[in-house]
């Protein structure tokens, strides 16, 4: 397909009900939604193939479109300004923050003309399972229409006239000023007429929930929107009858358009969860973080002595997530392949105890963890203390051999200097005197075989030619002074080597990881680059590194993994690592700002 079929990452914008999302374009379409869950099939995947992967559309024709979120809400607006006319719809999922009560998977749209008369087409053409399950369609006047394909039933009520076109219904429709028509989209319920006032009912409970969430948060500082905006994506990431935090709620945007770094992000790795809790505990949010600490304390029970953790799960705790491609579809403007599924959960990743423990660390420091909890952690140190000094895969899944990668062996010294002050601050029984000498053999690892006298700077492994941004975060995570001659070097020589006009690379793309082709800057370690500099006491510069960071988010704040040669958003989207990473440097430039 050509690729005007496609629109920009950027151009996206994202609502959920803390099961899943949908993806929004500012042309009114959702491109990408799994009912069911984050990681579940979807019902719309155009981003994935305009063809395929079936759509569902509001729009006014000939307009120039809007994007912007109600104040303090995942609530969306999409305004269409034509010649004569200006026509809106509202999107929102309607968040389910219990288990009981309700049935999630409630996708609310509402048009409506604010001003003239306002012409609208809406299209609604799903494809099940990935586009790979046929399904039958079924009219039912004065209600809607009913999907139904072997997989689910996904069922679109409202009272505007539809008409069926193959397996896809449509209308079109106009609005004189003050009109609305509501349409409600719902995954396995009945068909039934809308109620006057129902939709309406709908976003009222919803713009309260949103808005009532913001104003636990304690951030009060410069970027205030930018922060909350970054807090509000984190917790549509929460699948929230297990208290998971997920990566991304995408599969397979590419890391470069027409390459084959295309990965399915749904998934709970336990990195990037662990900055996640920080993150919102920062700002105050402790209930998402107690949340994750009780599926956290699950995992580290159910796991087996001789593996230990596993690098990611599924959002209900399952490991097994085998890699699969889907060869019948194109891929983001042709890039290929689309995965399902994550071989990563094969791999040795020794940084995520580093990780997990400083996220425990900092937890306990507000509500002191379970003793339960301390036991189950204590098992994964055991492993740890057997294991840390093997070659990995590291923090960036490399595909090219496992190495004894520096970041590793500085995030073990994390877990064991945190799990002693845990047992210090509580005084929780422990093999301290142990975990202070794995600790302080890790130290003496990347003092003595990673830094590279001749380089000035610590290396991606011991010998390795390449810098690796991920060592910005040794003063972060107290592994290093912010002003220690070697830290300084290193942040140099990444500010020379991996930095453009703001940007960070995590490392050359030489072909060393395993994997062909190119890929954009890498946004979390723009922000780290951020905080390093503040650390460093260079706030003028980090400053200005900042602002210019803020200007590649997208029109509503949002950002993905990656920036592309021309600014554009490349990777999985929206990304948590991203956004847990700006409010990071936000709150400590903030402080260092005075």
């Not at 193939?49 to 609530?75: E, M, T, W």
């Not at 020589?493 to 030489?510: F, I, P, Q, T």
């Not at 060393?512 to 979390?524: A, H, I, P, R, Y």
């Not at 592309?564 to 402080?591: C, K, V």
């Amino acid at each position: 397909m050509p690729a005007s079929d496609y629109p920009p990452i950027e151009e996206h914008a994202v609502i959920g009900d803390l099961r899943t999302v949908a993806l929004v374009a500012t042309d009114g379409t959702i491109d990408w939604y799994c009912p069911q869950r984050f990681d579940g099939p979807s019902v719309f995947a155009s981003l994935l193939d305009a063809d395929r992967g079936g759509s569902f559309r509001i729009h006014c024709s000939q307009s120039k479109a809007k994007q912007l979120y109600l104040p303090d809400s995942n609530v969306l607006m999409t305004r269409f300004l034509t010649p004569h006319s200006v026509g809106e719809v509202v999107d929102f999922m309607v968040p389910v923050d219990n288990d009981l009560t309700e049935t999630p998977h409630v996708v609310v749209r509402q048009a409506r003309a604010v001003r003239g008369t306002a012409g609208f087409r809406l299209r609604c053409d799903p494809r099940f399972d990935y586009g790979r399950a046929s399904h039958t369609v079924t009219l039912v006047p004065g209600a809607g229409a009913v999907f139904e394909s072997a997989t689910g039933t996904l069922v679109l009520r409202t009272a505007l006239p539809l008409r069926i076109e193959g397996t896809a219904v449509a209308c079109d429709f106009e609005l004189t000023m003050g009109e609305t028509a509501d349409i409600v989209l719902e995954w396995d319920s009945r068909i039934r007429p809308l109620q006057p006032g129902e939709a309406d009912n709908l976003f009222t409970r919803t713009l309260e929930y949103w808005q009532t969430w913001v104003r636990r948060g304690r951030y009060h500082g410069r970027w205030r929107e930018m922060v909350l905006r970054s807090a509000l994506v984190l917790k549509l990431l929460v699948y929230r009858p297990t208290g998971a935090l997920i990566a991304a709620p995408t599969t397979s945007l590419p890391e470069e358009l027409g390459g084959v770094r295309n990965w399915d992000y749904r998934y709970t790795w336990i990195r990037d969860a662990a900055f996640t809790t920080y993150a919102l505990m920062a700002l105050g949010f402790t209930e998402e973080a107690a949340a994750f600490m009780d599926w956290l304390e699950q995992r580290c029970k159910e796991a087996p002595p001789e593996l230990g953790l596993g690098v990611l799960y599924s959002v209900d705790g399952n490991a097994d997530l085998d890699e699969i491609v889907l060869d019948h579809l194109e891929g983001y403007r042709g890039s290929r392949p689309v995965r399902i599924g994550n071989g990563a959960a094969g791999q040795l990743q020794i940084d995520i105890y580093g990780e997990l423990m400083d996220s425990v660390y900092l937890y306990n420091k507000q509500v002191p963890i379970s003793f339960g909890l301390w036991e189950a952690l204590g098992r994964q140190l055991d492993w740890l203390a057997r294991h840390w000094e093997q070659p990995d895969e590291g923090i960036w899944e490399t595909r090219g051999g496992r190495q004894r990668f520096t970041y590793s062996a500085v995030m073990t010294w994390v877990a064991f200097e945190r799990a002693c002050r845990i047992s210090r601050q509580r005084g929780l029984p422990g093999p301290t005197n142990d975990w202070k000498d794995h600790a302080g053999r890790a130290y003496r690892f990347v003092q003595n075989e990673a830094w590279d006298p001749r380089k000035g700077a610590y290396m991606e492994f011991p010998g390795s030619p390449r810098l690796d941004a991920s060592l910005l975060c040794m003063p972060l995570v107290k592994f290093s002074g912010p002003t220690d001659p070697r830290f300084l070097s290193t942040l140099d020589r990444v500010g020379s080597e991996l930095v453009s006009d703001s940007l960070v690379r995590r490392y050359a793309a030489d072909g060393s990881d395993g994997l062909t082709g190119d890929e954009g800057t890498f946004n979390l370690c723009s922000f780290w680059y951020v905080e390093a500099l503040t650390r460093a006491g260079r706030t003028t510069e980090a400053r200005l590194v900042f602002e210019k960071m803020l200007t590649y988010a997208n029109h509503v704040g949002l950002y993905a993994e990656e920036i592309g040669p021309s600014g554009e958003a490349l990777g999985n989207f929206p990304q948590a690592f991203t956004h847990l990473a700006l409010i990071s440097a936000a709150i400590h430039l903030d402080r260092a700002l005075g």
